[in-house]
């Protein structure tokens, strides 16, 4: 199989149809135009059905994009990428937390580059939440979803005064946040604000420092995109397949 | 280590690491990436305020990219939702699927006999079947009020992938200014297609947590598992 590396930035951090319906339904219930009930379903029907056999896990995933964006690969050496889908959550931070906080002063370097500066002297800063790196790489590579099965559904949204405090980004133990991720989340936004946001949220957002109309510092704490999908507010709650 | 050596050994590691992209979990690692059991995405949400559930999306597969593994479900692969309610990040719950004949069968959510890396399908709890929807989506409720779907639905993520691509570049001239304003930056994953497993499921069954997050909530900490017959 060609090697195929995705490199993909997310992360939350913190321990943080349509096609008409065509009703098969006896009353010919329409549930909505996206959906029609299935009711060949009984309890019963599985009789001659084979589900043996040994199963072997080959792919995790918790938090989006954690182990494309922070595991890497060395050529001729085993993929830390397999190995990462095929370890127990509970393990994973022992295992991948050091190698993760690398990728994330690499990502830097790249940048220092590109400014001109000596990567020596552009490193990572504590995040949003007052994370340094190591305890940011630490949470992260636990790679589980956070779900409350009380509270509204928000992965994080920063730039939100969700408790109307006035303090915007720093949690201070009363906002509801970290709470599950729903399709319209925009987790790439909140992982770049996290990896390259700094204490403020926007350390490299394409800032134009002397004013000359032209950005001095890149913009890496967006990717410019929202949800493009159709989704719905009833199940499944995606659109149906263009 | 010198930070000289670090910066080169970056920068190999970003060399062969930009071979490509793709999504949220989409294609992410060598052995799994582009197959029939190629985890690209995972939700878990509150369906609407105040209700007593939890909605479990996995999406399997995805049509991105060419040459990907796209458009049904593998019976010789099995879904599963892991569910830790006491934060030590070990199963608790397990709510597992898949498909024979057409249709995508769910079991649990039940404590499993094995954690860890090996599974056997429970059959001895049966949560319920639906049909593997085409592009008009067939739902199943279950009498315990589960709500069941299989089958292929619009990709919701969203990301500017190539962007990203040449924004974590080590070449000097690619993409200095990082990422595109919102009125130059494309999402990759529109018009993509995914496998989608939908469950809703009552809280009620998966129990009350006692793991909290960062802020202190009660939480579920939760993952999938995508796991092939041996």
Known sequence: MKLRQSIYITALVLSFGLAVGCSSDDNGTYMDDEMMMDDDMMDDDMMGVDFTGTFAQVDHLGRPGINTTLSYDMEGEASVKDAHNTTIPSEMSAAFQMGFQARLEQYHDVYALKLGLDPADVNYENNILGLDAATLTTVLAADVLEVAPDLPTTYFNPGTDLDNDGNILVPDGDEVALTGRHPNDDIIDVSLILFFGGMEGDRFSGQDLDDDGMADLPRLTSDGVGLTADISTTFPYLGAPE | ?230
């Open chain 2, 1 to 230: 280590m010198r930070k000289t050596t670090k910066y080169l050994l970056g920068l190999v590691a970003l060399v062969i690491a930009a071979t490509v992209l793709v999504s949220a979990d989409h294609i992410d690692a060598p052995s799994s990436a582009g197959t029939t059991a190629d985890i690209a995405d995972f939700y878990a949400f509150e369906p609407s305020e105040g209700s007593d559930n939890t909605v479990f999306v996995v999406d399997l597969q995805s049509n991105v990219l060419p040459e990907l593994a796209y458009g049904a479900f593998d019976e010789d692969v099995l879904t599963e939702i892991n569910i830790d309610l006491d934060g030590d990040l070990v199963e608790d719950q397990v709510i597992q699927a898949i498909a024979r004949d057409g249709r995508m069968y769910f079991f649990g959510p039940i404590a499993p006999s094995q954690t860890g890396l090996s599974s056997e399908v429970n059959t001895d709890a049966a949560l319920g079947n639906v049909e593997i929807s085409g592009a008009t989506a067939v739902v199943e409720t279950t009498s315990d009020g589960v709500s069941l779907f299989a089958g292929p639905r619009q990709d919701p993520f969203f990301f500017d992938f190539f962007q990203f691509n040449a924004v974590i570049s080590p070449e000097t001239d690619s993409a200095p200014g990082g990422f595109l304003p919102p009125e130059e930056a494309a999402d990759t994953f529109d018009g993509a297609n995914t496998l989608s497993i939908v469950v809703e499921i009552p809280n009620s069954m998966l129990g009350t947590p006692t793991a909290t997050n960062a802020l202190g909530l009660s939480v579920y900490k939760t993952w999938v598992t995508t796991n092939r017959k041996q």
